[in-house]
T-cell receptor
Framework: AQKVTQAQTEISVVEKEDVTLDCVYETRDTTYYLFWYKQPPSGELVFLIRRNSFDEQNEISGRYSWNFQKSTSSFNFTITASQVVDSAVYFCALLLYNQGGKLIFGQGTELSVKP | DTAVSQTPKYLVTQMGNDKSIKCEQNLGHDTMYWYKQDSKKFLKIMFSYNNKELIINETVPNRFSPKSPDKAHLNLHINSLELGDSAVYFC??????????????FGPGTRLTVL
């Protein structure tokens, strides 16, 4: 079965704290893609990152960083020095190569950053 | 310079009515999708089209019928609306690159409320 689990439903931090959002996925496929999307209170879905299953390099983009570990089937997302504008629901998603581009989303983690 | 647009943004209607949601993308992508986001923020794919051909057809009531007149448009028609159809519907598009899947760009969403 293919599945994405984001065990943290809600996280609340104070501005400037670092925060890590967990994502664990399940698939038996060897070729797949992992994504993170942000959904701010305004409701749109904003693409953050894509990773394919053959590329385990970690990535850093400004205050954002991602840690992909196939050994634990995890693709965690860290925000360093969080800001109030980071408040949003964050979704991790799995795309299986052999299923026509279907994105399987996790339940989402609602991050609240307080001033 | 809107990338993926949807109309209407809000749709309030009575049970039993038939309604349509329109989606257009100006990114030149060849694949388009419909997703449903329920009241708990859970996102689930409904359909996808590639160059006007239906690729993904999830377990969705046949009251829902997608129509793709060309590769830039994917409309969603819903017959005999039910209370449980109330949700936010997102259109998305992506461009397959050879044997790779790129990120999906999402429209702003259509909030459907069935009374």
């Amino acid at each position: 079965a293919q599945k994405v689990t984001q065990a943290q439903t809600e996280i609340s931090v104070v501005e400037k704290e670092d925060v890590t959002l967990d994502c664990v996925y399940e698939t038996r496929d060897t070729t797949y893609y992992l994504f993170w999307y942000k959904q701010p209170p305004s409701g749109e879905l904003v693409f953050l990152i894509r990773r394919n299953s053959f590329d385990e390099q970690n990535e850093i983009s400004g205050r954002y960083s991602w840690n992909f570990q196939k050994s634990t089937s995890s693709f965690n997302f860290t925000i360093t020095a969080s800001q109030v504008v980071d408040s949003a629901v964050y979704f991790c998603a799995l795309l299986l190569y052999n299923q026509g581009g279907k994105l399987i989303f996790g339940q989402g983690t609602e991050l609240s950053v307080k001033p | 310079d809107t990338a993926v647009s949807q109309t209407p943004k809000y749709l309030v209607t009575q049970m039993g009515n038939d309604k349509s949601i329109k989606c257009e993308q100006n990114l030149g992508h060849d694949t388009m999708y419909w997703y449903k986001q329920d009241s708990k923020k859970f996102l689930k794919i409904m359909f996808s089209y590639n160059n006007k051909e239906l690729i993904i057809n999830e377990t969705v009531p046949n009251r829902f019928s997608p129509k793709s007149p060309d590769k830039a448009h994917l409309n969603l028609h819903i017959n005999s609306l039910e209370l449980g159809d109330s949700a936010v519907y997102f259109c998305a598009s992506s461009q397959e690159a050879g044997h790779s899947y790129n990120e999906q760009f999402f429209g702003p969403g259509t909030r459907l409320t069935v009374l």
